[in-house]
């Protein structure tokens, strides 16, 4: 038997810029908690980043859930005064965040 590969797998590093959440796989209902967690807990550290960056290269699917959870996060960086920015999307991710419009609420790396 072996074991089954986790549908989510989140990681965070630190980067020049500061705390970088890198996300695998997929991001829907079941896998959104554990990706908020991973975000909460970056945002909150004393004192909160001034930006925390979302490596979304490697998820392969987002439904509305998980866009959900994105959204829902960045309210909460707004308001920890945390500005959440997109490192990578992935090309999957980017046409869901085009055709909801979601692109706009999230800054890229410049």
Same mark, same amino acid.
């Given at each position: ?16 810029? %500061? /705390?970088?959440? &890198? *996300?695998? %796989?997929?991001? =829907? ?6 990706? #908020? ?9 004393? $004192?909160?980043? $001034?930006?925390? =960056?979302? =490596? @979304? !290269? ?10 959900? *959870?994105?959204? #829902? !996060? #960045? +309210? &909460?960086?707004?308001? *920890? %005064? ?8 992935? =090309? +999957?991710?980017? !046409? @869901?965040? &085009?055709?909801? %419009? !979601?692109?706009?609420?999230? /800054?890229?790396?410049?």
């Amino acid at each position: 038997m072996t074991a089954a590969t986790p549908l989510l797998s989140v990681a965070i590093r630190t980067s020049g810029h %500061g /705390p970088v959440i &890198e *996300a695998t %796989g997929q991001l =829907d209902y079941d896998t959104a908690p554990q990706m #908020r967690a991973a975000i909460t807990a970056t945002l909150t550290t004393t $004192p909160p980043p $001034p930006t925390v =960056d979302l =490596d @979304l !290269a490697h998820l392969t699917f987002c439904d509305s859930s998980g866009l959900t *959870a994105l959204i #829902r !996060a #960045r +309210n &909460e960086a707004t308001q *920890a %005064g945390t500005q959440l920015r997109l490192a990578a999307v992935s =090309d +999957n991710v980017t !046409a @869901l965040f &085009e055709l909801t %419009g !979601a692109q706009t609420l999230f /800054p890229p790396v410049t």
